[in-house]
């Protein structure tokens, strides 16, 4: 009999393929790439057409071996690696290593590991695909010719050992900028008034609160308290008449399906999933998920790297007949919403979906670990929502004239608006289970999905776009009601809360977290689908960045120092357009519009220029300065020098004389802190300094006593009394916890959370701590398991917690604020205490370990303010 050898990249995908193929069939694994370039400067002849030298990768011989002997009892093979650019180049590197005169090869595509997707696949092979493989190899050649030529740049000028990359440098370069604008920035003051109203005469009926939106017929702007006042007292004694009403239908359309950028971004928001776990996690439930059917694992989503948002007849066949059948016909819109993917798409691929709507998440939630569950319950309910109606609102907008009655007043009319709407029609927020905000739903507000009546008609739009133009539209919000019944020229009194002055001042630019990141990288088209994870992995690895309490990126003062020194350098890698454009010419290479030698060689001459000027500039790094410290080896003075690891003193007599003294400053935190804890080792008093890694406990007596400790959290561990701090994994890309400070003690406490414990009681069990989960909206939340107390904080601006670094003050105040007013919300497991199985490989850090482990004190908050 035939045998068929079919060769994919991961074991755990192979055995949910082999279940569907059968006898007939043998099915391996390559365990990703086979071959690549080798760690050597002569890897890329660049001189004979960029010509590569591949070698097979150190561990993979033995794989090789496998795949070899496997396709020698074979009559066909099928090279099923992923569908993409380097699924291409593993097929390509595996076809050269088992060539066979004899041997059919063919290439076959699986975008969903289902009986129908792989007997597609099957069924429908072709030829290696020279261009992808090309467009691949042009990629790895210019990240490698940048990747060595630059890290010896940034070597020379700043710190032997850096590395910088080709798209990386670009993504830090878009943080550090971040960064300099929110240093830059400069609060301006603004105020916003508003006035409670209700009719003047009977009936009588609901007051509302309507906005300050323009004085004199035009837009108006307080600046400041003096003429906040003046506006205030117009308004107290002044007449007010309804001038205008509108009410209108308003509908909300479904966004798109997921692509990759989509779902990182919404898996970070909401999930607190980082970039390479989001896509971890979709790896995982694309390859096969056993659900104890069948026989073996079922692919549960289509392929997870595209930007297509294309999906097949029959997905949404099914999606339409699931949707009238759980939520009713009419949330079936009469034809299929088509939604156009973006310009650059590559529509090989389909949307991420899940390969039946028929398996319902909650039906399968007992086969899945919890990440995976609520990754493929976001999948699924935004594939479902993308095939349903609009949400439809009745909405009321009410502008109203303000006349002041005062002798001389500072206005002589004002208009303030109001506007409310109530939801008519869930549509397709009848699926999203209280998510309030869905990535890329804008491009589909505008008219981007097309059937159904999921774009606004034309008297909407219009509609929209004159309230937009009116004066001082931006100033009103809805209002999530409806507003009481008037009537154009009706009058209306002043009613409790009655003028409302309300002071604010202008907040800088966010900085960036990986939803955010991810996000301004698709929009200026750099890098793709394959690569968001990487680049934002890549970057954080170098300690170019810093994840800050709430996942926020802060750049290092290395980090921007690789970029100043790059910036200057005039480096074309360096510029956001031109990657983008290198981008859209690697997609060029993959559709075989240009050739590979082509774009490769034109890089290469005006990159050489570039490099050859750079070289010749001056060192990045700041220069040395004398300071009034005396060296306490051999009495000279001493330097402030930086070097990669932060600021340190250096005798001025180096390198006859080597002392150093470190001054942990590296990111110009503020001073060192004093703390009542003694150190363990020879008695002193220690304080709390910031290094490169965050803020650690150090010893006063240093440098005779080098003991460093991590800063305690002020909460007792619940197991042993022993403090709670901060670990931080020693492996690169694992996830902080927070675990006792006795994990390496006699006793070899275990206890861990993962959420950041608060020295304050719980005011709905009593538990004497809760934990702070970080995210988009961050959220208090008790570690005891069915209590469900949460509340939401807010980091205070420019604020630092207790003396001790705790916190504890403000976040009393916010807890207090719920007490037994606290909802009686549904009982939530609060993520505590990940059993002890569970514990990632970490090593927690000693009483002496590096302050690299140090914790940081947790920030002040404060209860959010709503705007009135």
């Known amino acids: 009999m035939a045998k068929t050898l079919v060769i994919v990249e991961s074991p755990a995908k192979a055995k949910t393929i082999k279940k569907y193929l059968g006898n007939g069939y043998e099915v391996f694994a390559s365990k990703g790439h086979v071959k690549d370039l080798p760690k050597k400067q002569n890897a890329v002849d660049v001189l004979n057409d960029f010509a590569e030298t591949y070698e097979v990768i150190e561990g993979k011989e033995k794989v090789l071996e496998e795949l070899k002997s496997a396709a020698k009892k074979a009559d066909e093979v099928l090279l099923a690696t992923d569908p993409d650019r380097e699924g291409e180049a593993i097929a390509f590197h595996i076809s050269e290593e088992i060539k066979n005169p004899r041997l059919k090869v063919a290439r076959v595509e699986f975008h969903e590991i289902t009986k129908k997707g792989v007997d597609h696949g099957v069924h429908n092979p072709r030829k290696l695909d020279e261009n992808l493989y090309d467009a691949q190899r042009a990629r790895r050649v210019l990240d490698r010719i940048v990747g060595y030529d630059v890290s010896a740049l940034v070597w020379s000028k700043l710190a032997f050992g850096l590395s910088a990359g080709r798209v990386q440098s670009v993504a830090l370069r878009l943080i550090v900028d971040r960064e300099r604008e929110i240093e830059a920035f400069v609060p301006e003051e603004y105020w916003n008034i508003a006035v409670g109203l209700t009719a003047a005469s009977p009936p009588t009926r609901a007051p509302f609160v309507a906005k300050l939106a323009a004085a004199d017929g035009k837009k108006l702007e307080v600046t400041n308290g003096e003429v906040a006042a003046k506006v205030r007292a117009d308004l107290e004694t002044a007449r007010f008449r309804v001038a205008k009403v509108v009410r209108r239908e308003q509908k909300r359309n479904p966004p798109a399906p997921y692509t990759t950028s989509k779902l990182q971004q919404d898996a970070t928001n909401y999930l607190h999933f980082g970039a390479k776990r989001t896509m971890q996690i979709a790896q995982a439930l694309y390859e096969g998920i056993d659900l104890k059917r069948d026989g073996g694992p079922v692919g549960l989503i289509t392929y997870m790297r595209t930007d297509s948002t294309r999906v097949s007849d029959d997905?949404?066949?099914?999606?339409?007949?699931?949707?009238?059948?759980?939520?009713?016909?009419?949330?079936?819109?009469?034809?299929?919403?088509?939604?156009?993917?973006?310009?650059?798409?590559?529509?090989?691929?389909?949307?991420?979906?899940?390969?039946?709507?028929?398996?319902?998440?909650?039906?399968?939630?007992?086969?899945?670990?919890?990440?995976?569950?609520?990754?493929?319950?976001?999948?699924?309910?935004?594939?479902?929502?993308?095939?349903?109606?609009?949400?439809?609102?009745?909405?009321?907008?009410?502008?109203?004239?303000?006349?002041?009655?005062?002798?001389?007043?500072?206005?002589?009319?004002?208009?303030?608006?109001?506007?409310?709407?109530?939801?008519?029609?869930?549509?397709?927020?009848?699926?999203?289970?209280?998510?309030?905000?869905?990535?890329?739903?804008?491009?589909?507000?505008?008219?981007?999905?097309?059937?159904?009546?999921?774009?606004?008609?034309?008297?909407?739009a219009s509609a929209a776009e004159a309230e937009r133009a009116a004066p001082g539209a931006a100033a009103e919000e809805d209002s999530?009601?409806?507003?009481?019944?008037?009537?154009?020229?009706?009058?209306?009194?002043?009613?409790?809360?009655?003028?409302?002055?309300?002071?604010?001042?202008?907040?800088?630019?966010?900085?960036?977290?990986?939803?955010?990141?991810?996000?301004?990288?698709?929009?200026?088209?750099?890098?793709?689908?394959?690569?968001?994870?990487?680049?934002?992995?890549?970057?954080?690895?170098?300690?170019?960045?810093?994840?800050?309490?709430?996942?926020?990126?802060?750049?290092?003062?290395?980090?921007?120092?690789?970029?100043?020194?790059?910036?200057?350098?005039?480096?074309?890698?360096?510029?956001?357009?031109?990657?983008?454009?290198?981008?859209?010419?690697?997609?060029?290479?993959?559709?075989?519009?240009?050739?590979?030698?082509?774009?490769?060689?034109?890089?290469?001459?005006?990159?050489?220029?570039?490099?050859?000027?750079?070289?010749?500039?001056?060192?990045?790094?700041?220069?040395?300065?004398?300071?009034?410290?005396?060296?306490?080896?051999?009495?000279?003075?001493?330097?402030?020098?930086?070097?990669?690891?932060?600021?340190?003193?250096?005798?001025?007599?180096y390198p006859k004389c080597k002392a150093t003294r470190d001054l942990s400053d590296a990111r110009g935190s503020a001073a060192v802190r004093e703390t009542d804890i003694s150190c363990d080792k020879?008695?002193?008093?220690?304080?709390?300094?910031?290094?490169?890694?965050?803020?650690?406990?150090?010893?006063?007596?240093?440098?005779?006593?080098?003991?460093?400790?991590?800063?305690?959290?002020?909460?007792?561990?619940?197991?042993?009394?022993?403090?709670?701090?901060?670990?931080?994994?020693?492996?690169?890309?694992?996830?902080?916890?927070?675990?006792?400070?006795?994990?390496?003690?006699?006793?070899?406490?275990?206890?861990?959370?993962?959420?950041?414990?608060?020295?304050?009681?719980?005011?709905?069990?009593?538990?004497?701590?809760?934990?702070?989960?970080?995210?988009?909206?961050?959220?208090?939340?008790?570690?005891?398991k069915d209590c469900g107390f949460k509340q939401e904080i807010v980091e205070g601006e420019g604020e630092d917690g207790a003396a001790d670094g705790s916190g504890a003050p403000d976040l009393a105040s916010v807890v207090a604020s719920a007490g037994a007013a606290a909802p009686a919300a549904r009982p939530e497991p609060a993520g505590a205490a990940p059993a002890a199985a569970e514990r990632p490989e970490a090593a927690a850090p000693s009483p002496g370990a590096t302050k690299g482990a140090a914790e940081k004190p947790a920030r002040a908050v404060r209860a959010r303010r709503t705007a009135s």
């Not at 949707?323 to 650059?344: T, W």
């Not at 609520?374 to 907008?397: C, E, G, H």
């Not at 034109?602 to 004398?626: C, G, H, I, N, T």
């Open 480 to 653: 999530e009601a409806l507003l009481p019944d008037m009537k154009e020229g009706e009058a209306l009194a002043v009613s409790p809360p009655g003028v409302i002055t309300d002071q604010k001042f202008t907040q800088p630019p966010p900085r960036y977290n990986e939803g955010s990141l991810v996000r301004e990288l698709e929009k200026r088209g750099i890098g793709r689908p394959s690569t968001y994870a990487e680049i934002i992995s890549k970057v954080q690895q170098r300690a170019y960045v810093e994840k800050r309490e709430g996942g926020a990126f802060q750049p290092t003062l290395l980090g921007k120092f690789v970029v100043d020194g790059l910036v200057r350098s005039n480096l074309d890698i360096m510029d956001p357009n031109f990657t983008a454009q290198m981008e859209e010419e690697l997609d060029a290479v993959g559709a075989g519009n240009l050739k590979r030698e082509q774009l490769l060689k034109r890089f290469y001459k005006k990159f050489r220029e570039q490099l050859d000027k750079s070289k010749k500039l001056a060192p990045w790094k700041p220069e040395a300065e004398k300071t009034d410290l005396v060296c306490d080896e051999c009495g000279s003075m001493m330097l402030k020098k930086w070097g990669k690891n932060g600021w340190f003193l250096s005798c001025e007599r």
């Open 315 to 460: 997905a949404i066949a099914e999606v339409r007949g699931v949707v009238a059948k759980r939520y009713g016909k009419e949330f079936v819109p009469e034809r299929p919403n088509v939604y156009k993917s973006k310009k650059n798409a590559q529509d090989a691929h389909e949307a991420i979906r899940p390969t039946s709507v028929e398996i319902h998440p909650d039906s399968i939630k007992k086969y899945l670990k919890d990440e995976q569950y609520k990754l493929y319950k976001l999948i699924w309910n935004r594939f479902v929502a993308s095939q349903m109606n609009p949400a439809v609102y009745d909405r009321t907008t009410v502008e109203i004239d303000a006349t002041p009655t005062v002798a001389a007043p500072a206005y002589r009319s004002y208009l303030a608006r109001a506007s409310g709407r109530i939801l008519k029609f869930a549509g397709w927020l009848q699926v999203t289970e209280g998510q309030q905000e869905f990535a890329g739903e804008e491009e589909s507000a505008g008219g981007a999905a097309e059937g159904g009546g999921a774009a606004p008609t034309p008297a909407e």
């Open 682 to 784: 020879c008695g002193k008093p220690m304080i709390i300094k910031t290094g490169r890694f965050g803020d650690f406990l150090s010893c006063t007596g240093y440098p005779t006593c080098k003991n460093t400790r991590p800063v305690p959290l002020g909460v007792a561990c619940p197991n042993c009394g022993g403090d709670l701090i901060e670990i931080r994994p020693r492996k690169k890309g694992g996830r902080t916890f927070y675990g006792c400070s006795n994990w390496n003690a006699e006793q070899k406490c275990d206890f861990k959370l993962w959420q950041k414990p608060v020295p304050v009681p719980c005011p709905q069990c009593g538990a004497k701590f809760v934990t702070r989960t970080a995210g988009k909206k961050a959220m208090l939340v008790c570690a005891t």
